[in-house]
């Protein structure tokens, strides 16, 4: 069974950082391109940044710059290390497959205001 945990949201200013981990127990790991999206309240679900099996990173171009997605295969963990916070990036954040399969953990909330 896949289960997906994210954690380390929380309330940050603008300008500030959070490291998102997300801990899949899931065989085979290492060979997933896995990815990060969030959903604001009242917007459409948006895929964040992706990283595959090598290495190999995307992001949407709201987030270029300033988040950087990372992986641990060892430890089956996925990270997002988001810098220079602003309050449009305040959303519920998941971490799941690239493509998305229908394993869903509870999300972390991300809220970037003063």
């Known amino acids: 069974q896949v289960q997906l945990v994210e954690s380390g949201g929380g309330l940050v200013q603008p300008g500030g950082s959070l490291r998102l981990s997300c801990a899949a127990s899931?065989?085979?790991?290492?060979?997933?391109?896995m990815a990060w999206y969030r959903q604001a309240p009242g917007k459409q679900r948006e895929l964040v940044a992706r990283?595959?099996?090598?290495?190999?990173?995307n992001y949407a171009d709201s987030v270029k710059g300033r988040f950087t997605i990372s992986r641990d295969n060892a430890k089956k963990t996925l990270y997002l290390q988001m810098n220079s916070l602003k309050p449009e990036d305040t959303a519920v954040y998941y971490c799941?497959?690239?493509?998305?399969?229908?394993?869903w953990g509870q999300g972390t909330q991300v809220t970037v205001s003063s």
């Open positions: 799941n497959f690239d493509p998305i399969r229908d394993y």
């Open positions: 899931v065989n085979w790991f290492s060979i997933y391109v």
């Open positions: 990283i595959t099996s090598a290495g190999n990173t």
